[in-house]
Structures are given as C-alpha cells and as structure tokens.
C-alpha cells in the first residue's frame, strides 16, 4: 500500500510541477496526448472509465508545495473531525462510525476548493444518508466510489444540487432501506455504525435536540439484550439461562437475531444479572433506572424473545426510514 502511494506520488509530481522536467525520471513518465495516439492507433476498443479526468495545468514547485499543504491540512480536520465548526465535525463524526472513508476525496474537493460552510454542512448531511442507506442494502461499493470521483468534477461554490440529484439516482427506495435496516446484522466490527444508529433514534426520541450528554459519555455503550453468547457455563453464570428461557432451538437461531438491530440498545454502566431462569426480568430491573428512552422502553415488554427482537427491528426500521430520508 505505501509503495502504491510513493508512486502514485512521484507521478502527480512529475506531471504536475514544472521544474520536475528537469529531472532524469521525467522521461519515464509519459505524456498523456503520447497515450492518447498509441490508443487511437490500434484497432481495439478500449473499455470505458466513468471516472473523469480532470486536466490540471502545470504549476512551479512553490505552488506545488502550497498546494499540498493545504490539502493535508483540510485532510486532517476531516479525518480527525476538527474543522472548529461544531456541526460540522458531529457531521464528520457520524460518518466516521458509519465506516464512510470513500467519501473524503469528495469532501476535501469542496473543502479545499471555497465551498461555503452552510453548503457544505447540507452536503454532509445528505451524506450521512445516503451511505448509510448504501451500506445497509449492501449496495456495490464501487459503485459508490466512482460516483464520488464524478462528483469531484462539480464546481465546490454550488454543490447541492448536483450531488443531491447524484445520490438520488443510487440511493435505495424507502422500501429496500426499510427492509434491509430491520434484517441487517451490526457484527462486532460494525458497532459504531449500531451505535451512530441508536444515537439518531434517541435523539429523535427526545425532540428538537441537537446534542444529548448522555450520548457523548464513554460509559455508554452497545448492549446486547439478548447477550452475544448463551451456550457456555460462563455465559450462564454471568446473563443467566437464555438457551431455556428463549425455547426450543434457541441455540440454533441465536446467530440470527444477536446482531440486528431489534436487539441492541444503549446503557451506561454494569449489568448484574447473574444466574437466573428470568434473565430479561433481572435486565428490566437495571433498564428502569436508565435516562436512554430506548432502554427505558423495554422495561415495558414482559418477555423478549425472537418474535420481540423481530418487532422491535421492524419497529425501528419505520424511524429509519424517517431519519435518514431518500433525497
């Protein structure tokens, strides 16, 4: 990966800067209309790219420099969500958890390039839709990587419009989103993405807040309602005996149902559940005390079984699709 880059490097360098013309290696390194007629002049037909060549005059050395300064500048307030614009970086932030890294090219060409703060923050924000959208219906991530390289090639002082009319066209229908958000498994690497989810529904849950402080604590976590494993004596000891308090083939559908949504919430502290043929009941005991509406909310089911993970995720899914809306 780092030689892919040095040399990725050296090229633009090389094409770029006018003093590399001096340089030995600047032979090596061809010219593009040299390409072009070698391509014209053989009888085959190349494949097409989508993504679109954007054709950069040559600058001095000085420039050069100043020119990647920047970028890596605008590069690291995104990745490190710290622009000095509160919305912004909680824009940035969000993307993070949702595992949105092919969006940054795109969002450094606004950045870098004298897109406004208020553009940029609507771009942001039809973002987080539509990636989260994509990746939940496990859209093809090519796809979407060569839709943001085309969007590189819109002017960053009015990007709205085409980027939302861009999303659009690959963004998936309510009723996809719907389905897919109640069926989707959050896994153990995709646990900030269940937890960027949970936030936004708490969230909404509350009322016209932008912030929840509660939300922003280390001590809350991802719970597991029904916990990530149910076999061992360890587990048993630990959550109390959810192999018999689930029924017959409990064992066998527990992979199913662990990581979708309907069995996830949030809590902050300790759950001391401890050996018990109501398991769900000693939870409801802490969940009482929780300020998370989301937690708060299960205390009101008397069981929580597969047919109530399967419901509640469905519940969820319908606030989903109001949350993070088709373009």
């Not at 066209?169 to 989810?197: G, M, Q, V, W």
């Amino acid at each position: 990966m780092t030689s892919e880059v040095i040399a990725e490097f050296k090229g633009l360098f090389m094409t770029q800067v006018k003093e590399a013309e001096s340089l030995p290696e600047h032979g090596h390194y061809s010219d593009p209309d040299d390409d072009q007629d070698e391509e014209s002049a053989t009888p085959e037909i190349a494949e097409v790219d989508a993504t679109p060549t954007i054709a950069l005059q040559k600058i001095g050395f000085n420039d050069f420099v100043s020119r990647l300064t920047l970028c890596a500048e605008v590069y690291g307030d995104l990745v490190f969500a710290r622009t000095k614009d509160k919305r912004i970086d909680r824009h940035l932030r969000n993307l993070q958890m949702i595992k949105a890294v092919q969006t940054y090219g795109f969002l450094m060409h606004l950045r870098s390039n004298g897109c406004s703060d208020k553009d940029f923050r609507e771009i942001l924000k039809l973002t987080e839709s539509f990636v989260l959208r994509r990746h939940v219906c496990r859209e093809r991530s090519n796809d979407t990587e060569a839709l943001f390289a085309r969007l590189c090639a819109n002017s960053p002082k009015s990007p709205v419009k085409p980027t939302e009319a861009a999303y659009r066209e690959l963004c998936p229908t309510d009723e996809k989103f719907r389905s897919d958000f109640a069926d989707a498994h959050f896994s153990a690497n995709l646990i900030d993405r269940a937890r960027y989810c949970l936030e936004k529904i708490e969230m909404s849950k509350h009322g016209a807040h932008d912030e929840l402080q509660v939300l922003g604590s280390d001590d809350v976590h991802v719970e597991h309602i029904m916990p990530q494993k149910i076999k061992t004596k360890k587990a048993k000891d630990e959550f109390g005996d959810w192999v018999s308090y689930l029924g017959t083939n409990s064992e066998s559908a527990h992979s199913r149902y662990v990581d979708r949504i309907g069995n996830l919430t949030l809590f902050a502290g300790p759950l001391n559940i401890g050996a018990s043929n109501n398991p769900f009941g000693r939870k409801k005991s802490a969940y009482k005390d929780s300020a998370i509406k989301l937690t708060q909310d299960l205390v009101k089911l008397s069981n929580f079984k597969f047919s109530n993970i399967d419901a509640r995720s469905k519940s969820l899914s319908e606030i989903a699709v109001l949350l993070w809306p088709r373009p």
